[in-house]
């Protein structure tokens, strides 16, 4: 498979389907898009605007892509400054992974697609995981960090399913399950959406399989977990529909089928597609809080370079089927075909910078930094 965004990109145009802001979906919503009284659609469509996330600060230096390392910290090597960071948190407990960060779908977010973690309430849910477990919060902060990322993870999964249906039916299913089919019933013992019920299961498995890294503690924080996922809103406390192996395969086919295509469909588990650490490692993650942390968490900053020529020109070609041509000396344009057209040089041999920020306002990129990257990860 191609580079996810030149995959969803290649679907998206193939079926004709046209990418609105999801700002202005939200605007243009009926008033009676909700089911049985609560709102059905998307949870990262319902909260666009990120209101009510205490404490997320989004100052361009605080805003920056970071990636894990290979393996997670040994246990307390991430400590920088014991006590600072977990005192004087607010009261108010955080009560599930998508408080903590969001995914944020190629198919309505484009170039901001990827998740996006907010440090404040991520040191707030490891507080509360701690505490627990009578446990430090020190210790278990890189843990906590990925076991969010395993519910968010999951929504991408679904997001390539839904995209992978959409290639072989060419019907683009994904955008109106997001908008009225996210949160439909249809189980009897369903009281959310059935997605959130299955990445909040993803979290359980990870908790349950940590014992390589917290020795006889392990136990301690899967019960922490499976007791605050019981604990957490429709949807997210239905993970114990997914432990019966008899029954899970049902429950996929009725979120791929009943919720995301919107008529029934025949799935085993076995072919139920799940990304790969190299899947993953395309999804871009943002972190939205003080960079310095990071190291506690056991994550670091996304190392980058200015992408050559050639990977520019490829990743332009792939991704927009942009057609570039010479032009005086050692200048080429290029044009998207879709009103987006420039130029930029080849003497260096790289992407300059002050030509890398032009495309990237042009291509609606945070920064000329982010498309860099996405040019790297895509070429």
Known sequence: MASFPAYFEAVMSRNQEPHIPPRQIVDSWPDELEYAG????????????????AGVTTRPRDRVLV??????????????????LFTGLPDESVDNADAVAIYRPWHFFRDEWGIEIYEHNLLRFTHQIAEAMCESPYLLAPIVFRQVL???YAHFDFEVIATRFEDVTADPCYREYCLSRYALRVRDEQTGPLEEAIATWREVVFARRTRGVLGPASSRYAKAVEMLSREAPSGYRDWPLLQDPKTRGSVVCDLCGGCILGYPFALEEGDWWRSTR???????LRWMGEHENLKIFGAREKEWRRPTIKELERWLKSTYGASITRGK??????????GVKGTYS????????PEAKQLAAKLEFPSDRELCIAILQGA
């Open 67 to 84: 990636e894990l390392g290979d393996s997670l910290p040994q246990l307390g090597s991430n400590l920088a400054d014991p006590g600072r």
């Open 150 to 152: 395993e519910h968010e």
């Open 38 to 53: 609560d709102p059905i659609s998307a949870p990262w469509l319902r909260d666009e605007s990120q209101a009510g996330r």
């Open 278 to 284: 190299t899947h993953r490692a395309e999804v871009p």
């Open 329 to 338: 000396g050692s200048h080429r344009h290029y044009d998207l075909g879709n």
């Open 346 to 353: 080849t003497s260096a041999g790289h992407l300059l910078r």
